[in-house]
């Protein structure tokens, strides 16, 4: 939601600029010039990108609007959940979360935690962790395939902003490029009536400011806003993988979850006298 504030803000704020110095909004209106500047923009975005990066690049942009989906809920539903699977663990052993693991949306354990759920690449990320555990992995492997795992991801999830970027960089050229066609347009008009010329001029140079625009004012920062979103998922999944490799080497659920806590940005991690009151809910449910 605060991008589409953003997006108000920006557009008001240039809009307005213009009408108090006198300008008419009707002579930013040139569809001619946006199919120049966007067609030519979702050309170079094709010629660059193969079309698994455009798949991705498209799956992200509406992200960007929806905001963040890891909050503090959701991160308190992962502590949760863990502790929970660890006690189970530590208490039945491996081998009774099986058909959790195997089957994991249809799992009652894991449908407690409704964010993480609807998560696929999380509960991916985490069952088959948790796999490998039951595979009998020791905690030293469990970590170095779950560092190369986050590794790819945080790789993987940069390259579609990197694309946008680099769209957007070319986006005040483009601009220049539909300026240049509209002179070329009003050279062929010089002959006609002063005010045609000064209105092809105009829209000539309507070009150059909605390249600019459109760089600066949109593109570059979904850009940005797209790479907030994927350091938040790559911390979601730290959190994942610091419990279970605790857990993986010893350490008692409790302190596990503890230390995937620790982790957590400070604006979204759920304080420690809240976690220890779940804590002690989710034990009297498993007595």
């Not at 979702?42 to 890891?70: D, E, N, W």
């Amino acid at each position: 939601m605060l991008a589409i504030a953003g997006f108000f803000v920006v557009i008001g704020s240039i809009i307005g600029g213009y009408l108090m110095e006198g300008g008419h909004v009707g002579a930013l209106w040139q569809p001619a010039e946006l199919v120049i500047i966007g067609g030519a923009a979702v050309g170079t975005l094709l010629i660059g990108s193969p079309p698994k990066v455009v798949k991705a690049l498209g799956a992200q942009l509406p992200r960007v609007f929806k905001g963040s989906p890891y909050t503090r809920q959701a991160y308190m539903e992962i502590l949760r959940l863990q502790f929970e699977v660890y006690s189970i663990i530590r208490k039945n052993g491996m081998l009774a979360l099986e058909s959790d693991v195997s089957e994991p949306f249809k799992s009652e354990l894991f449908g407690k935690a409704p964010s993480f759920i609807k998560n696929h690449h999380a509960v991916e990320f985490f069952c088959d962790s948790l796999r490998l555990l039951i595979d009998g992995a020791a905690a030293a492997e469990v970590e170095q395939i779950l560092q190369s795992d986050l590794a790819t991801h945080h790789e993987e999830t940069s390259i579609p902003p990197q694309v946008l970027s680099k769209v957007a960089d070319a986006l005040p050229g483009l601009g220049i490029v539909a300026a240049v066609m509209g002179i070329v347009i009003a050279m062929g008009a010089l002959d006609g009536p002063a005010s045609e010329l000064g209105h092809k001029v105009a829209a000539a140079l309507v070009g150059t400011f909605l390249g600019i625009l459109l760089s600066y004012g949109f593109l570059q920062p979904i850009g940005a806003g797209i790479e907030h979103l994927g350091r938040d998922e790559s911390k979601y999944f730290q959190c994942i993988m610091v419990g279970l490799v605790a857990f993986a080497d010893g350490t008692s659920p409790a302190v596990a979850v503890e230390q995937a806590r620790r982790v957590i940005y400070s604006t979204e991690r759920p304080g420690g006298e809240e976690m220890n009151t779940a804590i002690a809910e989710i034990k009297r449910g498993l007595k």
